[in-house]
């Protein structure tokens, strides 16, 4: 291996091009920017123009992996192509970063990972799941794991201001369609919230009832959702999602046996969380109260983080992105034990994602358990493709 990870990125558009600048100007000392590949020429030319002989410029996947110039795979393709580009890197003896989504439908990010697993347990293989390094969420994770919040009891996500006008879809392309991206905002926005709110809950989804709408908008795919859900360890979930409220809101609450954490703020500049700990257990004070309409006290101790830290913080980390590929480099070259985002993990956040979806197609509770329940998830969602391409969307 190489004394620095030399990292070819798939896909130079608005996202891909960030981490290709990033990369290319030193921002990451174990990991260096050798190859790109698109298949549009002007992003191709634009690669040329910027890296000049510096980073060689490919038109396919194939040949890049094939070139020898590459030890790590950045996928930055529409979402379609997320698990076939992983599948094909591995095959090449590469490791793999693929952006989010893991996917479109569990059954082809299922298969890649097992096929990573079984076949290719050197490489590694991970998501760019960047909020995970939010420190409010790191924070919320680590009283969590700590035991302090207790037994879960409920999980409330209200995630609505991804705000998108009508002239977001508008634009074309890939986006807002069922063929290009398979969803709306559970599938374009909301993927982090998704791998976070399964990710905070430390447990699986079992059950799932939702309405996904489209509202105001002449999009096919959803921009309007409010779902629950149950989890394997007894707690309870509700994730409210849109495009088209404003202003919007950006509020998790997550109660446990003892307390409450709320984080809320619009942007990572104002996020701040709060956790409100009891003085005793629930459980417990309920047991042992013996006054009419008495409550559990609560501490004093509440953990926040004001707007400055977070700018502060964001500041000298220069983003979150390059933090997870810089923890990639590192956990590549034996620096770092774990990943921020491994990909199987990117499993759990998807499976709710495409619960909401068919539960609210089929009209009823789905459960991620069903035996049929990622050829049921396929074969609507391909319903809808058909639907589509009849109405001459493409
Ligand atoms: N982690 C994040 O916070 C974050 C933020 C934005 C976007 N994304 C993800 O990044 C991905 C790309 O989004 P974007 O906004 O950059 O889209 P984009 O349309 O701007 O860029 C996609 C690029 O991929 C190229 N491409 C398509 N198929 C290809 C193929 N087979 N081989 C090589 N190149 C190919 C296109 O020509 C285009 O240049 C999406 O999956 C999106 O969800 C992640």
Redesign the pocket.
Known sequence: MAKKIRYGI???????SKYAGQLFSGMDKNGELTAV????QD?REWAKNKFADKVKVFE??EDMFASGVIDAVII????Y??PV?AKKALESNLNVLS???AGVYTKAVREVAEYAKENKPNLKFGL?Y?QRTSKVYKAAKDIIDSGQLGTIKRIVWIITNWYRPQAYYSQG??RGTWAGEGGGVLI?QDP?QLDLFTWLANSKITSVNAIARTVGRQINVENDVTATCTFENGATGTFITSTHEAPGTNRLEISGDGGRIVISGSSDFTMKLEFTKLEMPEPEFSKTNTVFMGKPKTKKSTVKFLPHEFLKGVLADKGQ?INVIRNFSNVLLGAESKLIGNYEEGLNGLTFSNAIHLSAWLGRTVSPQEDDFEELYFDELQKRIEEEKSNGVK
């Open positions: 798939v896909g130079i558009g608005k996202q891909g590949c698109d298949i549009a992003r396919n996947y930055d393709t529409p979402h192509a997320h580009i952006d989010k989504p760019l960047n392309g890939w374009n982090h992105h």
